[in-house]
């Protein structure tokens, strides 16, 4: 019945392995080669120093999503909501970009405190509703489109850029607003600061902190945790809101180094893919970023892969979310199950009250 | 069939669960399996039934010996076993649950399987309804259902860990009619591991006895019950005498307090608990002694009335505030509601008796070693709550408890305990109430009742009876008042 | 089960090795030969905004790139669809055209003003490529660096057509244009086609041009982004319900003529008009009125030769139709081909406005020309400039207008 701990932990990579396997068949399929496919997505994701970079850069606000998700998860709580609350956080990012002109420093921490507040603000309410008898993924999914249609109502009203009339997205910020970048990428230092820092900070949270403890009694069982004195409903609020804070923090990257402005579609299912990056890290702190680089870094290859074999664009798409089917399929039971029967209970019990 | 077991051991890490027990099973008979909290009960049927590999040893079927990978092998086999902790509950429905334990499983006619579910429940006396969801059934029931799953997939020899635990006097009296007629009719093995000298008294015809993971003898039953308490326990476990009442002030005050859930509502109850005091709460399960238990935690919301803590009203006590006022609440089912599985001991310490950011482990493991030592948990704080055996969950549970708790309420307090363990928790229990703390607990043990209380209440259909002086009542009186007596 | 899954798993191992060992051999030879044709002809990319099988706007680029690939001997176009945040997240239009530029490419096409402020950054980062922005104005205004220029077609005058077809045929005389997003295109767009409207309305029909209703709805982008936009479809079975006949499509996809097609099979008395892409009248002819559709290629082609000869310069180029082949992609920028569903007068009547255009015998934007709000754009005894025309601020008085 135990598996060697060694090989729970490889496990992991079993379903990447598979992935790998099954897309290789698709090309096939396709009448292309697996092995220059797989050599152009290696060459686009890492083949010059500005490649690696752009990879980087597209890694930090899928890892702070991913690494809020840990926390939340830690609780029992499936914020689904984690795209809204990384778009309010480019939402708030630009409206204290757009809003303020103070030296750099001062400017650029202010945006990223008004992004976390604001991420963070999105994620308490899926939490309140909760506590209201709305599931978090039914709420979350609620919000997630009030923040589409937030971002619309902004970028075509009150910040239309002056030449009016496009629906593309704000005119670019003031360059103090915008984080210094490295060379002619899109990679930011100061990002990657925030990650480790957002990184050092789940791993006290989860591994060292008596909150983290509480969110763990209370994401195993929480009847249990009740009676051991710890509070579901302040405890939902607040994992909710630390994590909204990580995925807002990954928002305003998302405007303020990827980007230059707040664009429709900012996000583009960076919190969705968030979702995915921790399922098949089965939650492991350490393994969440090394799968989150993956992802990355498939994605990222997956465009010089379009520009050389002129496949299908969606092929790197294709590739993660075959993974983390295969991941539920056979690599991590558990999950499945948990999702199954919160989904169940949802549907279920709309007006339960934990 | 004939089951064997042949020098059986299993340990994990540094305790020895089962050293080189052999042992043999014949058909048509029913067994009592006996032993101390943490004997190694549980972990021998595990074995026998596939869910653990044995380290060393081997289990021979009329002879053959046999590799059990898992509880299908073995079932496949015919050994099939209840176990004490109801496995985590899966969302489905009863006919679910059940077809997915068949051979052909998910392609039976959903139809054609319901019919056969409900014969087989006829056919052992139990009521089954198919498409019920499992989460939704009494423990009770979801032994019946698992019961029918383990005979209809060929179980020769069954295994019940504890049967009797968490199910009402006449659930249990179904169940054994129909464990005899499983063993006198239809030639079934039967094990019984049970705590309950009387239990097994009535139903088996043969003890045997584990004393920390050895097999130390057997009797034939019926057999002076002397005799099994000397085999289970190396030195015979001391009574505590009953203490003399010490009422103080009083901590818990109720006037015409009202609960009221959709199944049964609480007729207007007053009721005060004085410092020093325990009061026992008695009555067939879900006649409303647990919705007022439950409502003096704040873990139900009144309906009407007057609730006082250490004379404070509380028109709207929520359990975590109360838990500050020193009132703490242990519930029945230790890993569903008071243990967190996948947490250790030391983590279980660090969540109820430390403040500030940081967990101190190495001050939370100091001090659940104190605790493991004091209450004798036979565990290591990095141990992990779900692998201990339930009589140590239950210790856990008391050592817990703050050393200022001043009113204690209590689900079954020694369910699932050995004798000695009970009597054990008990003086703690005392301890406490001589240091000033007001205990109400509810139990189905009516000895336990009359021995341990000062005063008991009995409920029936809701309604409260007068209360009772413990020292003058008696098991016929508390009798006649459980079956709704005036 | 760990068994079970054991096998499985070997199984899948073992395929993948066979594959990894056959698949490289069968095709290295193709992909050497692409590299030496990539090394002695030009090669261009090709950025589209949606995918290249739309048929629509990025449809239409993309067969551009084919048409050059056909015409000028070596030349590659190496394609990368989809480039918009809610696609792909992961890429830039930076981060492509470095790839692109990598890859060998020496004129990079960006067909979308999505992407007209990115070009220009970029390209001032890669001065040795020439960057043609599509739509865009940069290099009329002087915003853009010296190695980008604009293309556009003159649409202007198609959708004038494409109006005028739309008032010949309406028996309710409630004419319904589903509209993208609101910009200077989209708007100069949509006035045209309703200052078409009323021309034939009253010319042809002798009718009262004012009691002509023209209804747009913006969906809020070039194609439907459910949760984002309108969805395309409802805005299009909402104009049908509130009494059009007639439906004009601006976007970049085929709603409109979609649903016309399913409602007319109910036998519903409805046409449409759709836009862009030469074949788009395909999926429903007998409802299907014409197409004004954008053909890439010939500009393309003429851009590509002179990269391709290093005489390159840059320019601002809104091309008008070639008159004489309004019908031919190969020969003209922008044209207009008949639907089956057009018949009788109206098809001559069409004809005939086609020819006054063509000898300029109607200019549609003579004074005087109102905007919606009834400010007086081109006063009566005037006609619009170019630049009047391009940067038209609003919609014209009389077309009715929601979002
Ligand atoms: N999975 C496990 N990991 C570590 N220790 C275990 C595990 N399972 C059992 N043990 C230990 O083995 C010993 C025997 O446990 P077992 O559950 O067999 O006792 P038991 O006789 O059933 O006791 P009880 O009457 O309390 O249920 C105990 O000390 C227990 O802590
Ligand atoms: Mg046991």
Redesign the pocket.
Known sequence: MTRPAWLAQLWTLAPVLAALLLTSLLLVAFGASPAEAFSAMWQGAFGSQDRLLTTVAFWIPLLLSALGLLVSFRAGLWNIGIEGQFILGAIGASWVALSLQLPAPLQISLEVLAAMAAGALWAALAGLLKRWGVHEIFGGLALNNLAVILTNFMISGPWQPPEGGSFRGTAPFHADALLPLVGSTRFSLVALALAGLAFGLVLLALRNSRWGLRLKALGRNPRSARLLGVSSRRETLLAMAFCGALAGLGGALRVLSWFDSLRQSISGGIGYLALMVVILAAFRLFWTPLVAFFFASVLSGSIVLQLRTQLHSSLGDILTGVMVLLVLLFGNREVLQTWWSEVRSARRTPGRQS | MRVELDKISKS??P?Q?NRGISLTFEAGRIYGLL??????????MKILSGYQTPDSGRILLDAVPQQFRSPLDALAAGIGMLY?DPLDVPPFTVLENYLLGQPGGLAIPRRTAADQLRQLGQHYGFDVHPHERIEDLSLGERQQLELLRLLSGGAQLLILD?PTTGISAEQKSVLFNSLRDLARKERKTLIL?S?KLEEVQDLCDQAIV?RQGDYVGGAKLPCPSRKLVNLMFAELPRRAPRPRPVAGTPQLELRDLVVRTPRLALQPVDLSLHAGEVLGLAGLEGNGQELLLRACAGLLPLAGGELRLAGQRQPRLDYLAARKLGLHYLAAGRLEEGLVSGMTLAEHMALVSQNGLFVDRAASRAQTRRQIKQYQI??RPG?RVE??????QQRVLFGLLPDDAQLILAEHPTR?L?LRSSDWIWQQLDLRRREGAAILFLSADLDELLERSDRIAVFSGGRMSRLLDARQTSLNELGHLIGGGA | MIFHKKVVFAVLLSLTLVLGACAPAASQPDAAAGEDAAAEGLTIGLILVGPRNDHGWSQAHYEGGLFVEEHLPGSQVIVFESLNPADKPEATVASVVADMVEQGAKLIITTSDEFEEDTTTVAASHPEVVFINVSGDDARTGEAPANLGNVMGRMEDMKAIAGCAAALNTQTGHIGYVGPLINHETIRLTASAYLGARHCYETYRGEDPAALKFDVTWIGFWFNIPGVTLDPTEVANNFFDTGVDVIMSGIDTTEAIDVTAQRAAADEAILAVPYDYLNACDSAPAFCLGVPFFSWGPAYLALAESVAAGAWEQSWDWNAANWDALTDPGQTDVGWLDGPALQGQAASDLHDFIAKLAAGEVDLWAGPVNLRDGTVYVAAGQSATDEQIWYLPALLQGMGESQ
Not at chain 2, 35 to 44: C, D, V
Not at chain 2, 387 to 392: A, H, K, P, R, T
């Open positions: 994990f890490g305790v669960a032993g101390e909290n943490g004997a190694g009960k549980s972990t021998l004490q504890e591991v705590h584990l036979v565990a141990s692998e201990l055996s339930g009589g140590n699932g050995d």
